[in-house]
């Protein structure tokens, strides 16, 4: 049972952050459902000018099932965190957005539980740390309604399972406001299988993405 429970546990640690990497999406004109402790409010202001960039705040939710002899084995695995250390500039302008020095840190722990023929294992706690080194970007955007964006080529990643972010995608985001900080928010729900060594593997995973960004003066 151990062994078991320790491989579903590393695919699911896997798969959760594989997902993560994945840009959220948020339909046109329609609200977000917001994830735990994701901010709400009216849009004010435009989101053309620079910006730095001054955190993001994420939280996934990976579900892994299988199915034993003994029953449906699972494995829930949950990271919810704010970047640290950030740096970088955000440009928006004319339709375009142009990343420049974007930077950030991640120290979190990572909350899971496995359950074995329906019988839960124990919850676990694992580390993970990420730097991501400066990098740059361009993508172009279009305003859908007044409190949506919607990237052609995606926006700003987060880790993958392998520490790396994945290459960004077409995405959207949902503007809001806090303060004089501007907030891009966006969710992602995601069922797929995956064959491990010959056992099929259920996979649902869920997040929320909001990065947020502050005027230059």
């Known amino acids: 049972m151990k062994s078991c429970t320790i491989t579903l546990l590393s695919v699911a640690l896997a798969t959760t952050l594989f997902s993560c990497s994945m840009e959220m999406a948020v339909a046109p004109q329609q609200p977000v459902n917001q994830g735990p402790g994701q901010p709400t409010g009216p849009t ?39 970047t640290i250390n950030n740096a970088g500039t955000i440009t928006f302008n004319n339709g375009k957005a142009i990343t420049e020095g974007l930077t ?14 329906g019988i839960s294992t124990g919850p676990m706690q694992m580390p993970f740390a990420f730097t991501l080194p ?41 503007i809001s406001w806090s303060g004089d900080t501007l907030l891009l928010s966006g969710t992602e729900s995601l069922t797929h299988t995956e064959d491990v060594s010959g056992v099929t593997m259920t996979i649902n995973d869920t997040g929320s993405q909001t990065v947020k960004l502050l005027k230059k003066k």
């Open 44 to 82: 004010t202001g435009s989101v053309e000018g620079n910006w730095n960039f001054v955190g993001m705040k994420v939280y996934t939710k990976s579900i892994i099932t299988t199915s034993g002899a003994g029953g449906p084995d699972k494995t829930i695995t949950i990271s919810d965190y704010e």
């Open 104 to 117: 950030y840190e991640v120290n979190t722990i990572l909350k899971a539980e496995a359950f074995m023929g």
């Open 134 to 174: 400066p990098m740059g970007s361009s993508a172009t955007y279009k305003l859908i309604g007044s409190d949506s964006l919607y990237f052609d080529q995606g926006f700003v990643g987060v880790p993958g399972s392998n520490g790396i972010p994945a290459a960004t995608t077409a995405s959207g985001s949902h």
